[in-house]
């Protein structure tokens, strides 16, 4: 219990590090100078910046990041690359979380007879269909992936559709950024 306490508290901190560093690039312009002396390597950055869009410690740079491509650069290519980015970071984040949310879960509710209620929520095809939304809700906004990864999980989706849902979601998201940072700044 100890070892999870201390995990929860360092996870914390590195949140709170990414969204103050995202708060300091935003406020020195650092992406848009550095991103205007390469030019030609906006694409790549968009990929990369999506690639980190999709984590709870790299969400607050990246968003920034891809708002500031997308600035100076065509919106909908910065959406195409970061979203294809993002279907790299969010299938490693799948790889790893998909099963692993449900175990976490059994974890905490501790008593079987409560386990197996909760599963059979699951087996409820409204019930599915809702957490389905709900996760690629989660993974179009700026919110961190792995919690509509996690709950992906329960669906037991496979690959290929998630890799698909999770372009379309992200490209929506990352085009959403794109023209607000447009439009408001």
């Not at 650069?73 to 449900?102: C, P």
């Not at 599963?119 to 019930?127: D, E, G, N």
Request: proline residues 2%; positive net charge; aromatic residues 10%.
């Amino acid at each position: 219990m100890h070892n999870h306490k201390h995990n929860l508290a360092q996870d914390l901190a590195i949140i709170i590090l990414s969204v103050l560093i995202a708060v300091l690039i935003a406020k020195t312009h650092v992406i848009s100078d550095i991103l205007g002396a390469a030019s030609n390597l906006r694409l790549i950055g968009s990929f990369v910046a999506g690639t980190l869009f999709t984590s709870v410690f790299t969400v607050a740079p990246a968003t920034i990041a891809l708002g500031e491509i997308a600035r100076g650069n065509s919106v909908v290519l910065t959406a195409l690359f970061g979203a294809l980015g993002a279907v790299f970071g969010d299938l490693i984040i799948f790889l790893f979380i998909k099963d692993r949310f449900a175990e976490d879960i059994a974890e905490l509710i501790k008593k079987r007879d409560a386990w197996q209620k909760f599963k059979a929520l699951f087996k409820s095809k409204i019930l599915r269909t809702a957490t389905v939304l709900m996760g690629f809700i989660i993974i179009a906004s700026p919110l961190p992936d792995e919690l509509g990864i996690g709950m992906l999980g329960f669906s037991k989706i496979n690959y290929y559709l998630f890799a698909v849902l999770s372009f379309l979601c992200n490209f929506i998201g990352i085009l959403l950024i794109g023209f607000a940072a447009k439009t408001l700044f």
